[in-house]
């Protein structure tokens, strides 16, 4: 179990979220791909306090409370940020590509690429 109790678990998790909605407000993929360990080790403080509820304590249901309100900002950044890149995917299909029978964007082939230096 994770040092501290409940309410500071929980407050530590909010915090990671809260890090992961400020990311997410120019959401581009290096940050997106830095959201899930930050979102993991959040999940990871919460699951750490399995009986918080039950205990009563007064401050860990508000810091629940304020937790739920980041994971839902969280959830919607999220949602938006998932939107643009896949209009953005749909326009960039469109140009380069055309449409497809049925009247839909190209779908776009994206090459990885690797950058040594040595």
């Known amino acids: 179990m994770a040092p501290g109790g409940p ?3 929980l407050a530590a998790a909010c915090r990671q979220v ?3 909605c400020t990311l997410l407000v120019s ?3 290096e940050i997106l791909d830095r959201c899930p360990l930050l979102l993991a080790n ?3 403080k ?3 306090s399995p009986h918080w509820l039950r205990s009563g304590d007064v401050d860990a249901l508000a810091e629940a409370n304020r937790l739920r309100r980041a994971v839902l900002r969280a959830d919607t950044l999220l949602r938006n940020a998932w939107a643009y890149h ?3 995917n749909r ?3 469109s140009l380069s590509g055309g449409y497809v029978p049925g009247g839909r964007p190209a779908t776009v082939a ?3 690429k690797l950058l040594l230096q040595g």
Request: aromatic residues 4%; charged residues 20%; proline residues 8%.
């Open 7 to 9: 309410s500071e678990r």
């Open 18 to 20: 809260e890090q992961v």
């Open 27 to 29: 959401p581009s993929p």
């Open 42 to 44: 959040a999940q990871a």
């Open 46 to 48: 919460i699951l750490d």
């Open 86 to 88: 896949r209009n953005w």
């Open 91 to 93: 326009l960039l299909g």
């Open 110 to 112: 994206h090459q990885g």
